[in-house]
């Protein structure tokens, strides 16, 4: 059985800490979601989203964002994302949250590998336990190709590391076509804002179906 892996990212790569967030600043925090499942359940997370668009009456040719959610949405989501969990117990969120401001200066200069390293603190456990994994990210966020490429990061540590025979495969696939990276892109949202404003109601909803690291 293969292992589905959908994520996004809410947050920014920018270092500029001496003006406040979204006043000139960057974000003090990143995180990385992800919604893991069977791929014969794929399908759950897109009508969970779907339901969202019917019953708010969100365009369906646009993309709706995290950002872009009321208070109701942004509940709702957390709910429905919440039920899903529940009431499927294959299906599990995963999130990781680094303070930016704790990140060493010459760790800076290149984002992808802080990415990188994120996910395999994340989700490096979960994928041995697998022989196959497809990982889908949005690629205008999480890059797949780099000066340390993530597929051959996390594969070499699969191997070679933990000497497990998990397959991984990437399918960068942007969140307007696809209502699971979309649906990842509200469980980042949910979580940042946590951390980055102080918010904890959608935290709460969701904390006791996700596993979430913090450093």
Not at 17 to 40: K, M, N, Q
Not at 83 to 95: E, G, K, P
Not at 123 to 149: F, T
Not at 165 to 183: A, G
Request: aromatic share 8%; glycine share 6%.
């Amino acid at each position: 059985m293969s292992l589905m892996i959908y994520l996004d990212e809410s947050g920014d790569l920018g270092w500029s800490f001496d003006a406040p967030f979204r006043r000139g600043g960057s974000s003090r925090y990143l995180t990385i979601a992800s919604l893991c499942l069977p791929s014969e359940k794929k399908h759950l997370p897109k009508r969970v989203i779907k339901n969202l668009y019917q019953k708010f009456g969100w365009p369906v040719a646009e993309e709706k964002k995290w950002s872009a959610m009321d208070g109701a949405e942004r509940t709702e989501f957390a709910k429905e994302a919440r039920s899903l969990c529940l009431t499927n117990q294959d299906i599990h969120i995963h999130a990781i949250t680094v303070n930016k401001q704790n990140v060493q200066q010459h760790i800076r200069a290149d984002g992808n590998k802080l990415y990188n390293y994120m996910i395999r603190l994340s989700l490096l456990g979960v994928m041995r336990k697998h022989d196959e994994v497809h990982m889908i990210p949005d690629p205008r966020s999480i890059k797949v190709e780099s000066g340390n490429s993530l597929p051959d990061y996390l594969q070499t540590l699969l191997w070679m590391h933990l000497q497990c025979k998990t397959v991984l495969r990437i399918h960068p696939v942007e969140s307007h076509v696809s209502r699971n990276v979309q649906f990842a892109d509200m469980l980042s949202g949910a979580i940042q804002i946590k951390f980055e404003d102080g918010n904890e109601e959608y935290h709460r909803i969701l904390s006791p179906m996700q596993k979430c690291l913090y450093f």
